[in-house]
């Protein structure tokens, strides 16, 4: 709440050109008891209240709007601090793109918040003008470079650690498909052979029982292999965030990472353990684990779990047990790397084999690791387990929530910033 309130100022200073404006809950609050005169300068967006105090409580805040973009030549605007701040009410409100937020930029209450002077808000209320142009927003975000928001983030990463919400060591990587349909005039958009054109997503995040948090991102080409992208982000962050080896215990990987070198590259370059699971049925390996599998003192283990069948949540019942390493060799460049493999069986209560939606029995998973695994490996399957509600969840929330699918502008800065808003 603010309130004008006269001060003694220097005579040599004309009154009439100073309006001081002070944040005083308290006297504002007992003004209207003792029913003197006020006006309220409504707010349609309250229910973002609670986020906005905690993001500006916790320092995230200021880590998200302090970003100065490296195209900005000149202070003598509108603050950057101010654009940013509205950038991110922008992305709270669920508004796309800075052309639909007309309404967001006329709320007085919500531009007093991100650092607009209470005058200033008054004299554009009285106008009906915007205080900002939805063009100026979008020419903002076109100023940024994949540097600054790279630093941005490192500032958003480092108030999540200082408050310790990072937990367990174990994350997951994945990827998603930023499709845009007539997406040539995108820059930096690429066309893969079907013409679509769009952008590929990578996002590493920390596994924790009851959410996940984003610790890093890497945007690419939608032709780019995903291996390649996990290694770019690898590298950097390794370099940015400290040595993998401290933080980074157990990385969890589907198939699609599938390679004896990445593995390699984990295990002995990065000291960081791994579970995957074995690509498809054409390799190598498979040889190795069926000779295991046909052994008549093969020890199993049985156990329920709940799964999603076709929408509708089930119990399962599973078997599972854990195979001596298995040495894998890579064709290129010929590094060995042994890995422990753990078998699972999935049944349907009344031991009818699991099928996916063509009818293909899907009921033999296989994992590999660079853990180890215990007498029959069910650890190695919970921790695989618990990267389901990225697939299934995660990419859901940054689709539908996050609008991650629709950029908020045609500039590559504009697409860049709608990824890190998405992962922050």
């Known amino acids: 709440m603010m309130a004008p309130r006269d001060v003694t100022v220097p005579a040599v200073v004309d009154h009439s050109d100073l309006r001081f404006w002070l944040k005083d809950r308290a006297r504002v609050e007992q003004e209207i008891l003792d029913g003197n005169p006020f006006r309220v300068l409504e707010s349609e967006r309250g229910r973002h209240d609670a986020m906005l105090d905690f993001l500006l409580h916790s320092g995230l805040w200021a880590a998200a709007t302090g970003m100065r973009p490296s195209g900005l030549k000149k202070d003598n605007g509108i603050p950057y601090r101010c654009l940013n701040g509205l950038q991110c009410l922008r992305e709270m409100a669920g508004i796309p793109t800075p052309a639909n937020c007309g309404p967001l930029l006329q709320d007085p209450y919500l531009l007093e918040r991100v650092g607009f002077s209470a005058e200033q808000v008054e004299q554009a209320t009285a106008s009906h003008h915007n205080m900002v142009d939805p063009e100026t927003l979008l020419n903002h975000l076109a100023r940024f470079t994949e540097a600054d928001l790279e630093t941005g983030f490192l500032q958003h990463i480092g108030v999540i650690r200082q408050k310790r919400w990072l937990r367990g060591g174990v994350y997951a990587v994945d990827g998603h498909d930023i499709i845009i349909p007539y997406g040539k005039g995108y820059e930096g958009a690429r066309r893969i052979q079907d013409g679509s054109y769009g952008y590929k997503l990578l996002v590493l995040l920390n596994l924790q029982d009851d959410c996940e948090l984003v610790v890093g991102y890497v945007l690419g080409g939608l032709q780019e292999s995903e291996i390649t992208m996990l290694r770019r982000l690898l590298a950097r962050l390794n370099e940015t965030m400290g040595a993998l080896r401290e933080w980074l215990k157990i990385l969890v990987m589907d198939r699609g990472y599938w390679g004896t070198d990445l593995f390699y590259e984990l295990k002995q370059g990065y000291g960081v353990d791994f579970v995957s699971r074995v690509r498809d049925e054409g390799l190598e390996i498979n040889g190795g684990i069926q000779r295991q599998l046909e052994e008549t003192d093969r020890r199993w283990t049985s156990l329920e779990e709940e799964r999603q069948f076709s929408g509708r949540r089930e119990r399962q019942r599973v078997r599972l047990t854990a195979l001596r390493p298995i040495t894998l060799i890579s064709d290129e460049t010929q590094r060995e790397i042994a890995v422990n493999v753990v078998v699972a069986v999935q049944s349907h209560l009344d031991g009818t084999p699991i099928r996916d939606k063509k009818g293909k029995d899907i009921s033999s998973t296989k994992y590999v690791t660079s853990l180890a695994t215990g007498p029959y490996g069910v650890k190695i399957r919970r921790f695989y387990r618990g990267r389901w509600g ?33 992962c922050s």
């Open 390 to 422: 990225i697939e299934n969840q995660g990419f859901r929330a940054l689709s539908q929530t996050g609008d991650v699918d629709r950029p908020a502008g045609h500039s590559y800065g504009a697409v860049l910033a709608r990824a890190w808003s998405s």
